[in-house]
């Protein structure tokens, strides 16, 4: 039934009916946001990059087949949208010479976890937070797609195959690889890994 | 048995629910068995266990509430754009399920092929066909390759003609004729069959014996161009140049010479008599 109504308002959407466009975005701008600021790391990257995703999704609305998947779509083209913005990106970065990998070098400081549940930690949980954002930004762009779209937007390994067009093996490679990494870069949790785990 | 990185390569699967019955039964036995993979699996749930730690930012109300009043002038601009109605006009008649997709590849190869053929043949054809385009057709222009003896024949007939319009050049005297009757039409077009002419006796000129002949007929070619470009109905500094090109390199002289001795070459019968009617300038 629900898939009956999209698909009913795609069509309008393809016939140019600008209406249903807007009841499309107001049904995934939030879902389209959360998966650009994963990908992005920032608010304004992911809004913009929202944007762009909308108008690409309205552009290209009439290659869309029925009988696909709906947001694995969309999820396609944020994904898309945003591996091209990042690759104009580093051009231009490459151009200038502004290199931003300082940020990504600095080693942050080891925190001791063991008092997480205390609400007096607030501004330690802020760092953490951060530290797992720096920890994503590590990832290769594809890296973390996979990542982000298993763990946070719960696609299956099927689902992501199909979002990335990549093959299942490469797919859950990519997702180990990931985490991996995630692990070197969280290696300072000692009171989380336990003491074999600090490299 | 497998081995230890057949197991971790279901540790992904495993993470997320995504093995069956047997293959978690399979992989929980080996865990129980393998402390290093048992470590390792622990260690990456840990990691999973963090990262749901990760909040994200509520999104700024001011955007999502106004995502739409943002988007609709874009969209506008875009409706407007006329590659993109284009698009959407080509795959709602669905063209794109009619053709494969394989045959746009073959459509591509063959327009930058034929493409490299047309620049190819601009940059690379033949020095005489671009001549004869530019001229009109001679009855003397011909291809077929001349006997010495024709070919001397006709190169003194071309330098011949050559010097009768040079002389009309050199002579012309602006105080003496008329401006108004200054129309060079006909001389062009003799310019240009001459040109026309010069294309087909230079290939054929070989030899050591020839070079002056060749830098002659090369001389000529240029003055027979400029008369051929003379554009100007009363452009009396272009004759002028013309004629003092002529003076400055000699032409009639060197036209005298070559003449003189292709003569004695010739039979006497194989020599043309001079033209009765001399071209009028």
Redesign the interface.
């Known amino acids: 039934m629900r898939n009956a109504n999209e698909h009913s308002l795609i069509q309008q959407i393809?016939t140019?009916n600008?209406a249903a466009?807007?009841e499309l975005?107001?049904k995934y701008?939030?879902r389209i946001?959360?998966f650009a600021?994963?990908l992005c790391g920032n608010?304004q990257d992911?809004?913009d990059l929202?944007?762009d995703v909308?108008?690409k999704t309205?552009?290209s609305i009439?290659?869309f087949r029925m009988e696909a998947n709906f947001l694995a779509w969309i999820y396609r083209i944020t994904l898309n949208t945003f591996i091209d913005q990042k690759r104009k990106k580093s051009f231009w970065l490459l151009k200038f010479n502004l290199d931003d990998q300082d940020a990504e070098k600095s080693i942050p400081e080891p925190v001791d976890t063991s008092h997480?549940g205390n609400p007096e930690s607030q501004a330690e949980a802020t760092l953490?937070?951060k530290q797992?954002?720096q920890a994503l930004n590590q990832l290769s762009p594809k890296e973390r797609s996979a990542f982000v779209l298993?763990?946070y937007h719960d696609q299956?390994?099927k689902e992501i195959v199909e979002i990335m067009s990549l093959s299942e093996g490469t797919v859950?490679s990519l997702?180990?690889r990931a985490?991996?990494k995630?692990?070197k870069s969280?290696s300072f949790?000692k009171n989380?890994?336990g003491t074999?785990?600090v490299e | 048995m497998k081995s230890c990185l057949e197991f971790q390569s279901q540790f992904v699967d495993a993470f997320y629910n995504e093995l069956n019955t047997s293959q978690q039964q399979a992989l929980i036995r080996h865990l129980e068995q393998c402390e290093s993979c048992r470590i390792e699996f622990n260690h990456l749930q840990t990691v999973l266990k963090l990262a749901s730690n990760r909040t994200r930012p509520e999104p700024n109300p001011e955007f999502i509430d106004n995502l739409w009043e943002r988007l609709a002038p874009r969209l506008q601009a875009s409706t407007h754009n006329w590659l993109n109605n284009l698009k959407s006009w080509w795959h709602q008649r669905n063209f794109s399920g009619m053709i494969p997709a394989w045959s746009y590849r073959v459509v591509g190869v063959v327009a930058i092929f034929l493409i490299g053929v047309w620049v190819g043949y601009l940059y690379f054809k033949p020095e005489s066909t671009l001549i004869n385009n530019q001229t009109t057709p001679s009855k003397a222009a011909s291809t077929v390759p001349l006997n010495q003896t024709a070919l001397k024949s006709q190169a003194l007939d071309y330098i011949e003609r050559s010097k009768i319009l040079l002389l009309g050049f050199v002579n012309y005297e602006p105080l003496s004729n008329n401006n108004v009757r200054l129309d060079l039409t006909y001389q062009q077009k003799i310019s240009r069959e001459l040109i026309g002419e010069a294309a087909v006796l230079k290939p054929q000129l070989t030899g050591a014996e020839h070079l002056r002949l060749l830098e002659l007929i090369s001389d000529l070619e240029i003055i027979l161009l400029q008369i051929t470009n003379y554009e100007k109905e009363f452009d009396l500094p272009a004759i002028e140049l013309i004629s003092s090109g002529v003076e400055n390199q000699a032409l009639l002289l060197k036209i005298n010479i070559e003449e003189m001795k292709l003569a004695t070459q010739l039979e006497p019968a194989a020599v043309k008599k001079p033209r009765e009617k001399p071209i009028k300038l």
């Open positions: 393809q140019g600008q466009f807007r975005v107001e701008k939030t946001y959360y600021y994963d608010p992911a809004e929202t944007q909308f108008i309205y552009r009439h290659q997480w953490i937070q797992l954002d298993r763990h299956s390994i859950k997702i180990f985490i991996k995630l692990q969280l949790y989380e890994f074999e785990c």
